[in-house]
Each structure stands twice: as C-alpha cells, then as structure tokens.
C-alpha cells in the first residue's frame, strides 16, 4: 500500500482513470476534471477526453473553466447568506418578508429564510420563463410575487425559485448583487481569481462548451435559461469555476471559515451550515445536500459530516471534515445534446477517495465507515421495521381474539400503512372495541390545555374519555363492560413526557380490578441504548415524573410496562406486542416510519434529541422557544445577553453541539409578543451530543450570570434530584454536575436489562 504522509492510500485512486474513461466510452461525458484533497494537499487532479466536441474538437484541460450551475446555490448563494447572518444583518429565522416585503403577497408572509436554504420553503421548482420575458426588474416582481405550491415545512421540494429569492435577498439587504457581494466577500479575499459570475473573455477562452443557443454553442455563458434571462446573475445559477479555485473553497469549509489567514465565516457558522437538518424524506445542510433524493452523487463511505452538492452541467463537489477530504467532479455532460449523464460517476469517485483515506487510516480513521446494526430479528435487512399494532393488525388480531377493549390511545396510534389503531380493532371480527382514552392533548393530539374533556371520535363513532380532565386515571364508568385495556401512543423518550404517567395510571386501575393490560409497543425514537441522569429522587413522584427513572431511560412503552409491572404491580396480567425489524441503536429516521408530532410542540426529531435537557429548563422564567416553529431548538428571554450566552457555551466545546446567538419573538407561551435574546441550539452529531450535558450547562451559565433574572426553583420540578439541584446552585462545575447526576446510574441500569426486549 503506498500511504502519502497525510494518511491516504493513493494507489487505490488509479482505479478512478478506469471508471472515467469507460464513461467517455459510453458518452457520459465528452470529457471531465477530477480533483481530489486530503489533509490539506491536492493528492489527484487529472482531466480527460475533451471540453468541446463540436464544432471542433478542443481537449480537456486540469485548468478548465465549467460552468457551476446549481453548485452555485451553496458555494455563491447561501455562503453569501451565512456572512451576512454572521455580520448580524439577518437571523435564519428572519421572515422574507422582513427584508423582502413584497414577497409577503399570497400568504408567503411567515416563510423563513431557513426554509428557503433547506429547500421546504412551499416554492415551485422552477416558473415559466415566460415570467422573464419583460427584463430582470419585472422578473424579480414576478419572483416576489408568486405563489405557494405546498405548505411551508411540509414538503421537501428542490426549488430553483427558492434560490433566486435568496439571491434577491442578497441583493435588497447590501445594496450589491449577489455577484458583486460573493466577488467582495468570498472570492477576492480567498484569492480565488477565476471564479464568479460573468466571466471575462480570457476564462470564457478556457471554458468547456455546453449546448446550442440562438444559433451560437455557450462557451463561459450560463447555461440556465433563468439565470440567463436574469442577465447572467441569479442565486440558483450563473457561477463559473475551476477546480482548483473550488479547492480553495472546500478547504476553506474543512478549515472551519478560514484560509490563507483569511476568515470568511466563523466557526459556529460553518457548523451550522452544515449540519444535518431532518427534511421531509431526506437530510439537508443550509444550502448544502447531506443525504436526500439528490445524493447519488456523494461518495457511500463519506462519514456522516460530509456534505455537497451537483449542477445539472456535469457537476459535482462533496466536502467531509471528518475525513478531511474533498472531492470535486467537473464535467460538461450536457454537451453536445444534453443526454449525458454522471451523477453515479462522481458518487464512485467519492466513494474510492472516501475508502482511499478509510484504508490508510488508524482505528479512529476506520471507525468513521457505516457500520451497519447486528441484526438480532433474524429477518431480512429490507424487512420493514413493524409496530406492535403492525404485528397485530398481519396477525388478524388474533392476540385480542374474544376481548372487549378500551383503547389507550391517541393521533400517533396509527398502522403503518396510515389507518388509526382505533379503526382498525373497531372493524377487527375478533375483538370488540368498548371504549377509547386519551392523554394529555387530546385524542387529535393538538390541544395545549390542562383540562380535556370526552370527545366521540368521529372515525368510529366510539366515546373518548379523556384521561387528562377531572380525572388521569380510568374510572368505573369508563370501564365498564371491559376486560382488557390496550395501549398505543408514540413515547419521545424522556421521563417527564406525561403519556408514561398515562400508562401507569391505567395499569394501577387494571392491577386493582383485574383487567389485561396490552402495549402495542413502538420504537423509543432517540434510540434505546443512551440513557442519562438523575434518577427520581424515591417520594418524589409526581404526574410528570411517574417512576424512578433517569430523565433519559432508553426503553420503549413496552419495556418501561415490563418495569412497572415487576417494581410496581406485579399481580398485573400483562403482555407486550414487541416491535419487528428495530435495533436498539437507530433513531427514528431509520425507521421508515412517518413522523407524527407526538405533541403540539414536539415537531421534528432535533426537538426529541434536545428534549431531555432543555424540555427540563421549561418550568422557569425562560423560554424554550414554544410560540415559535422550532420549540426546544432554542432558548431565551428579555434579559439575556444573547452574544455572551452563545460565546460561553461554544468555549465549553461541547460534543455534537454547537450554540449561535440570536433574537426571537414568541407568538404564544412564555414572552409572548416580546424579544428574546437567546440562542439557537443547533445539533451538529447526534452521535456525540449530549442532551443532558447541553441543559445543564445552560443551566449554570443562567445561574451564574443571571442570578437576580433567572428564576431558578421551578427548575427542580422536571428535574425531580435534589442532589443535582444543589450541584447547579452551588455552581459547581459541569463535570462534577454530571457526576452527581450519574449517581445512581449503575443501579437503574442493573433494573433496566432486565426488562429490555430488544
């Protein structure tokens, strides 16, 4: 193996010439550069075939000019958007329609400039170019002023509209278009000399030819017929570059914003550019890809920190800071007729250079490779991971053959396939469904209120009695006519979620009256192998603490129900219907099961990761962002010192985290219609992060800084350990708080094996 001194095994990219050149025999391509760098040195660049065919043959040149096309959303477009974020002129949460008025026209108002960069912003992929036919200024109106296409947040849909918008937001909050602004800020202070928009005559000499337009073949002219009709400058397209220009810039994000001695962006922002953010069907960065529909090609065995992007050109650059690696696949695929493809060309190159580093590695190098679950089902890996009521529902009910139900229940009680557990034992021959029950929020999931009252739900027609009114246990009226109550409802997780304390209520009422009690079991959706103190403190049960857990146990319903059963009631006839086809270690998105918010302010699975440290913050005089889109992701209130706070905690680097400073203003809840200052918790690893860690370091820096502001007693509510109170009152430090909070561990975890079933 012949390993370079940076750590990359350089033999193993040779087999890249085989892959090219079988492209260009299959007209791929006409012809492509590759450039690969490791630990800041250029360890492959090499070009191939040719740069224009017709209506001459010109060879492919190292040092060939390509036109970006959507390579120009992340590297022009939303680099531009993040300086100005980190100059604080806009805040990502920053309505448009703050800087941009006009775009409040058909009910875009509250449309973020967040949404825009992850692309689920309600634009339309692209509008009619009969839209431009009138010049730049009218085309920009017409922008502005277009429609929805879906609801914002509720879709992912790749969207060139978004981008120009972006690009026009550029443009209204400098004075400077989005050329003039990414020359100033990016590309003249990197030093990156033949890369922008418009280029001059002398680049367009070197560029690779695209198609035909109006009679003449474009050479250093857009290709994008929007973008052209924008006069060459738009945020979705229009940038021209060279792949060793695109070096600069990828090193530059390796370095975390800076290159040459020159600071583009800061840390915390490259961090937050470039972390995973869940989209519907797909992870996305700001502006980035990470892993969604438009993936093909990323390197396979790029760590989870890779992030990139394609053109519709031919190109491609894909950036890992994990494996300090970048690689960049320039190619004028749509020449001559635009039938080429490479998108999986450019996938297997990053896929060698990716091994190519892994294999030259150390232990801690290899460890960054997938490395998939030990599949304990015995079932197929394409097998789909089933629910209880899935195995259920595929087993004819039969487990329920004879029985007359209450259902514990609520809007996340759904089979796989979308129909509610409620229908379908309601149509199930073999059992008859009596009654249903409902947590706290209601039997639709959607109210914030602390007394519920029965509904009837409108499906089958059964009464709901809700167990989150006058009373939070089943009564005799509710159950008469029972003999076996079932529950299944979507934990999150976390000790303080009510609809555990909803469990063990019913399961007291059962153990007393001799009622069977069934869990439909569901996947624990932060994974059920990271568990975190304190424990409960033993007397100090209450609704919102219903057993001596740690605030983050790991388990499923079905496991905690097993717990209960033998700590609590162990004359309850109990059975558990287990999960198929999870594994202990996976995250709800490697379910393939569809996200229902569990509650109101439980909306993406960010919110569940960060749930167990800062849900427990939410007692006091703060607010954890509930009034806003985004609960749980942020923090504040009137008198905090917003850049000071963020400052603080970044200095504690803290793994798989990171904290940017911002303003917010609460619709409802806590400072409603008042401007917090505060921070945005932004997850840059959940495999790293530790949510308990984030809550209490936040916890003391409130404390310390803010004696007299921060309430602190309602803070022992949620966390229910007077130990770790103490601890964070003392202001003690994060460590030691750990350590005190870890007490007892051991022990709950001794309690916890014997209940797991997965």
Not at 27 to 35: H, I, L, N, R, S
Not at 177 to 193: N, R, Y
Not at 702 to 715: F, S, V
């Amino acid at each position: 193996m012949a390993t370079d001194a940076k750590g990359i095994d350089t033999t193993s990219l040779e087999a890249i010439d085989g892959l090219v050149e079988q492209a260009l025999e299959e007209e791929k391509m006409p012809g492509a550069v590759v450039m690969i760098g490791h630990a800041g040195e250029i360890v492959f660049h090499r070009a191939y075939g040719h740069r224009q065919l017709q209506p001459e043959r010109l060879p492919m040149k190292p040092d060939t000019v390509f036109d970006m096309a959507s390579i120009t959303k992340p590297v022009a477009t939303a680099t531009s958007v993040m300086i100005l974020r980190d100059r604080g002129e806009i805040c990502l949460h920053d309505k448009v329609s703050k800087h941009l008025p006009e775009f409040a026209a058909n009910e875009k108002q509250d449309i973020t400039i967040e949404q825009l960069l992850l692309h689920v912003g309600g634009m339309i992929p692209d509008n009619s170019l009969s839209e431009y036919k009138e010049g730049r200024d009218k085309a920009v109106e017409n922008l502005l002023n277009i429609g929805l296409n879906y609801e914002p947040g509720k879709r992912f849909r790749y969207s060139d509209v978004g981008f120009q918008i972006l690009g026009e937001l550029v443009h209204r909050v400098t004075g400077k278009t989005v050329h003039e602004f990414s020359q100033e800020a990016i590309f003249q202070p990197l030093g990156m000399q033949e890369t922008g928009y418009l280029p001059p005559e002398k680049l367009q000499e070197r560029a690779a030819t695209t198609e035909q337009r109006e009679g003449r073949w474009m050479r250093g002219e857009v290709h994008d017929p929007r973008a052209y009709a924008m006069d060459g400058i738009a945020g979705h397209a229009g940038l021209f570059s060279t792949a060793t220009d695109l070096a600069v810039y990828a090193q530059m994000m390796i370095n975390q914003g800076a290159y040459g001695g020159v600071s583009i962006l800061s840390p915390a922002t490259v961090r937050t550019m470039t972390a995973g953010y869940s989209v519907p069907q797909g992870q996305r960065g700001l502006g980035w890809d990470k892993r969604s529909g438009y993936s093909s090609n990323r390197g396979a065995t790029m760590s989870p920190s890779a992030f990139g992007h394609g053109g519709f050109t031919g190109t491609a650059m894909w950036i890992d800071p994990e494996l300090e690696l970048f690689v960049i696949f320039l190619s004028n695929r749509v020449h001559p007729n635009g039938k080429g493809s490479v998108n999986p060309l450019a996938g297997a190159i990053g896929t060698i250079a990716a091994d190519a580093v892994l294999a030259a590695g150390d232990e801690d190098a290899q460890a960054v490779k997938p490395v998939k679950p030990e599949n304990k089902t015995g079932k197929p890996d394409t097998e789909p991971v089933l629910c209880g009521v899935d195995v259920l529902e595929r087993d004819g009910a039969e487990l329920l053959r004879g029985r007359k139900i209450g259902l514990i229940t609520n809007h996340t009680g759904v089979t796989r396939s979308g129909k509610t557990t409620g229908e379908f034992l309601a149509k199930a021959p073999a059992v008859n469904l009596v009654a249903l029950f409902s947590p706290e929020h209601g039997f639709a999931g959607k109210l914030d209120q602390s007394d519920i009252g029965d509904t009837i739900d409108p499906v089958t027609g059964v009464k709901v009695f809700s167990l989150y009114g006058a009373s939070r246990k089943p009564t005799d009226e509710s159950l008469e006519g029972i003999d076996t109550l079932v529950f299944d409802i979507q934990d999150i997780g976390t000790r303080f979620y009510t609809y555990i304390s909803t469990m063990g209520g019913a399961m007291e009422v059962a153990a007393e009256k001799g009622i069977r009690f069934v869990v439909l079991d569901r996947p624990n959706p932060i994974n059920g192998v990271d568990i975190a103190g304190p424990v409960l403190d033993e007397g100090e049960q209450t609704f919102v603490g219903y057993h001596t857990l740690p605030v983050r146990h790991g388990m499923t319903t079905g496991e905690l129900a097993k717990m209960l059963k033998s700590e609590k009631y162990p004359e309850l006839d109990l059975q558990v219907i287990e999960c198929e086809g999870w594994q202990r270690d996976e995250y709800f998105d490697a379910t393939g099961l569809y996200w229902i918010n569990p509650s109101p302010n439980m909306r993406n699975l960010n919110q569940a990761i960060l749930y167990p440290g800062i849900g427990l913050l939410e007692y006091t005089n703060l607010s954890v962002g509930r009034g806003t889109d985004t609960p749980f992701e942020h923090i504040g209130a009137p008198w905090i010192d917003a850049g000071k706070l963020a400052s603080d905690l970044n200095a504690l680097d803290l793994p798989g985290v990171t904290f940017i400073p911002e303003r917010f203003t609460p619709e409802s809840s806590k400072y409603e219609g008042e401007v917090c200052e505060g921070i945005q918790i932004l997850i840059t690893d959940r495999e790293q992060i530790e949510p308990l860690q984030v809550g209490f370091a936040i916890a003391l820096a409130l404390h310390r800084d803010y004696p007299e502001d921060w309430d602190m007693k309602p803070y022992a509510r949620l966390l229910n350990s007077s130990k770790t109170y103490q601890a964070i009152d003392e202001l003690q430090s994060l460590e030691q708080v750990r350590e005190v909070a870890a007490q007892g561990m051991k022990e709950f975890k001794q309690r916890r094996d014997k209940h797991l079933l997965y």
